[in-house]
């Protein structure tokens, strides 16, 4: 199986700081990598698919990078609704998994 | 527009199994492929297995094989998971999702919990 790795596992930051979020698989994955914001009690929501690929409806301040092994999430100014635990997902090869998850919260 | 409603909570005994459903509305199975996720309490994603209408595949991960049946009824358009032999570690949330022309799973049922308990 990939393994996905995401650092860190948690995060405070403040509104209007400028966030980065990293995920590492075990192996090549080429472009297949998603980012999904979650926020307690509710289903996932797809943010970036293909690793840079903004959802529709997604604010811009969101972007994806990376291929091969290494991704990142950015947040270029966080805003309030912007605290939740954001996970990576690869889609490259059965079984598709998840990273861990971080978990942002307010400094 | 596709929606996914899946079935309501259940509350099990350890050995037991439990069916969850996910009807489909704004499409049809025919067209989607239906993908199935838990997240145990204060716990990551997991991803369980899927079904693939175009090839008829279904693909389980290796942690469930065994016990993990994944069906449809395409008269109804709604897919089914089954999990057997429950254990206190299958108590979770579970979500069915589908990938839409992005590839990702850009649509998701709202969840059903699962309580495993003696």
């Known amino acids: 199986d990939i393994q996905m790795t995401q650092s860190p596992s948690s995060l405070s930051a403040s509104v209007g700081d400028r966030v980065t979020i990293t995920c590492r698989a075990s192996q090549y994955i080429s472009a297949y990598l998603s980012w999904y914001q979650q926020k307690p009690g509710k289903a996932p929501k797809l943010l970036i698919y293909?690793?840079?690929s903004l959802q529709n409806g997604v604010p811009s301040r969101f972007s994806g990078s990376g291929s091969g092994t290494d991704f990142t999430l950015t947040i270029s100014s966080l805003q309030p609704e912007d605290f939740a635990t954001y996970y990576c997902?690869?889609?490259?090869?059965?079984?598709?998994?998840f990273g861990q998850g971080t978990k942002l919260e307010i400094k | 527009q596709v929606q996914l409603v899946q079935s309501g909570a259940e509350v099990k005994r350890p050995g037991a199994s439990v069916k969850v459903s996910c009807m489909i509305s704004?499409?049809?199975?025919?067209?989607?492929?239906i993908h199935w996720v838990r997240q145990g309490p204060g716990n990551g994603l997991e991803w369980m297995g899927a079904?693939?209408?175009?090839?008829?595949?279904?693909i389980y991960a290796q942690k469930f094989q065994g016990r993990v049946s994944m069906t449809e009824a395409t008269s109804t358009d709604t897919a089914y998971m089954e999990l057997s032999s429950l254990r206190s570690e299958d108590t979770a949330v579970y979500y069915c999702?589908?990938?839409?022309?992005?590839?990702?799973?850009?649509?998701w049922g709202q969840g059903t919990t699962v309580t495993v308990s003696s």
């Open positions: 997902q690869q889609s490259y090869r059965s079984p598709y998994t």
């Open positions: 704004g499409s049809t199975l025919t067209e989607l492929s």
């Open positions: 293909a690793a840079s």
């Open positions: 999702a589908t990938p839409g022309r992005t590839g990702s799973f850009d649509i």
């Open positions: 079904f693939d209408p175009e090839d008829g595949e279904r």
